[in-house]
């Protein structure tokens, strides 16, 4: 049976990038998300991916909801023409702020903090602390070196197959948001090798 999503966290950079199919890819999946009434969780901001993932979310009339620090409000990169901002102290309380409001979650290119958050809600998803799909919207093959990183992880035995396999790759908007509908959980102990010694 799909999974029935009302909300879909995005994490991008507050960087464009180079590659003008980033911003493309980020305009594709705002416009998507508001066109299939799935709210927009994201990080605030006004700038890079972020900003053009919001401007087209809510020039569909799409529902879209920031989460930011007060230090990033502070240095203006706020977007104050969303539905609803909300502003809190750390970093930890955004992430977990996002991760409340969202059924869903996809990394677009980004840099660090892109990393962190998308790799922090993977891993509880790994662990089963929630049953949320992660999704990697690959844009141009910008995350092919990730991917390849994560078969060495399989390979080398500390990634199980199974977990691997739960993350949503996909090279378009269209396809990545019809998979995360259709994704099931799976059951299987993130340890390898425990039992053995």
């Given amino acids: 049976m799909p999974r029935i ?22 305009d594709s999946l705002g416009r998507l998300l508001a066109r299939r009434d799935l709210r927009l969780i994201y990080g605030g901001g006004r700038v890079g991916l972020m900003g053009v993932l919001a401007d087209a979310a809510l020039a569909e009339g799409g529902v879209v909801h920031g989460v930011i620090t007060s230090a990033l409000k502070d240095k203006e990169v706020a977007h104050l023409g969303l539905t609803t901002l909300t502003v809190v102290t750390t970093m930890h309380e955004r992430k977990a702020a996002m991760a409340d409001r969202s059924d869903a979650f996809v990394m677009l290119p980004g840099g660090f903090g892109t990393l962190d958050e998308f790799f922090e809600v993977l891993t509880w998803s790994q662990l089963a602390i929630h049953t949320k799909p992660c999704g990697i919207l690959n844009v141009n093959g910008f995350f092919d070196p990730l991917l390849e990183l994560f078969e060495l992880a399989v390979r080398q035995r500390f990634v199980r197959p199974e977990h691997r396999d739960t993350i949503v790759i996909e090279p378009d908007p269209e396809s990545m948001i019809d998979r995360l509908c259709a994704w099931t959980p799976v059951s299987v102990d993130k340890w390898l090798d425990r039992h053995e010694g």
């Fill in 5 to 26: 999503l009302s909300s879909v966290g995005v994490y991008c950079g507050s960087s464009p990038g180079v590659d003008p199919g980033f911003a493309e890819a980020a």
